[in-house]
């Protein structure tokens, strides 16, 4: 049944292949709990489960209930097992971008060129912590410091970057990495996995007591680019949001040589 219920998510939601292994960990996580068909599951096995959830994150029980949603509701036809649940209620928390001698100490904490070619592709970028781990040595130009992540988000209706560039600093390091480096079957511009980026990016944060990750990054380039007056839906573009406005989708030009004239006027920099 899990086997039918992931090509349902995939070939009828048109789910990312993301959001397809976060409903199957979902999923299996409750079943194996409960032990029991998904056929005999009750409104109160789910209840009982969720409640076990109420003291975390609010994106925490909202994954858990939007499994549970495409499975009973969508995909077995039992709306009435979920309609009673609600997804919880997320209150607006103001950002705080972290500053350049903040990133900058963060830098100066990693240990490899990997991890800084990985930090910097991050900040000046935009690319999400999905993009750059799948990103490819083929959808990069090191010399027009260009990156289409042609197999990002493919199946996403609002996640589909289609180009973003990487500043000169950032090309000075994945230059030296990749010289350095042992071949990649994979063709991997990064190599490295999500767990020992996650780890290392931790124990640079305890180094140089400036917590930060992927997302801060990716939040501390939109900003910027925005300081800097770059018109907000040509960074939406380098970002990966899908056009909204007229303006944008309709008046706008898109096209690579466009987007670098824009990126590179502003010379967007790090660690200077």
Known sequence: MLKRFEEFCRVDLQQADRSVRGNLWELGRFLKCIDKSPTQVTTDDLRGYLARF???????????????????????????????????????????????????????????????????????????????????????????RTIIPRRAHQSSNTKSTWVTFFNHECQEV?????????????????????????????????KSGVKLGPQTLRIWFSCQLGRLGIPDRYIDAMLGHSPRSILS????????????????????????
């Open 54 to 144: 109420q003291s975390k994150s609010p994106s925490t029980r909202a994954n858990v209930l939007k499994a549970f949603k495409r499975f009973f509701r969508d995909f077995l036809q039992r709306p009435d097992l979920v309609q009673s649940f609600k997804f919880p209620r997320r209150t607006y928390t103001p950002k705080t971008v972290p500053s350049k001698e903040d990133l900058r100490r963060f830098f100066d904490a990693l240990e490899t060129d990997r991890d800084r070619a990985a930090f910097l592709l991050f900040a000046t970028s935009g690319l999400r912590r999905s993009e750059l781990l799948s990103l490819r040595l083929d959808e990069m130009d090191l010399e027009s």
């Open 174 to 206: 994945l230059k030296r990495y990749l010289a350095n480096r042992r071949t990649n079957k994979n063709n991997q511009a990064i190599s490295i996995g999500e767990s020992t980026l996650r780890r290392n990016f931790k124990e640079a944060s305890q």
């Open 249 to 272: 989708r309709h008046y706008s030009d898109f096209s690579p040589d466009k987007m670098r004239e824009i990126y590179d006027k502003v010379d967007l920099r790090v660690l200077s």
